[in-house]
């Protein structure tokens, strides 16, 4: 009897464990999808830093120094650098969705 009580309680598991994948999936697409946003504005950040640093240089040529040029290129390194670890972060919240769904196909 300990035999079906066993069998049953490990198909039920295996139920609720299905039944709830499609909401684990979707809560980390939302996470993934989030940080997406954040790139999106480092790069917008980054890419504006650049134009200023371009314009400057067309405007005055590149023998006059840019007084901004130093922080600008801290802010670019900065934004790069925020993006490198929100971009490892996306990479594992992408790896534990596909480990999820590995661990109900197989």
Known sequence: MAMVEDAASVLEEFVQNVANLPAEIQHLLEEI???DRVMQECRSQVAGRDTSIQKFL?????TQVNPKEEV???AVVSNFDKAQ???EEKVSLSDKAATLLDRQIK
Do not use: D
Not at 58 to 62: M, R, Y
């Open 33 to 35: 999808q989030a940080k």
């Open 72 to 74: 600008y290129c801290k």
């Open 58 to 62: 067309k405007t005055n040529g590149c």
């Open 85 to 87: 670890v929100i971009q």
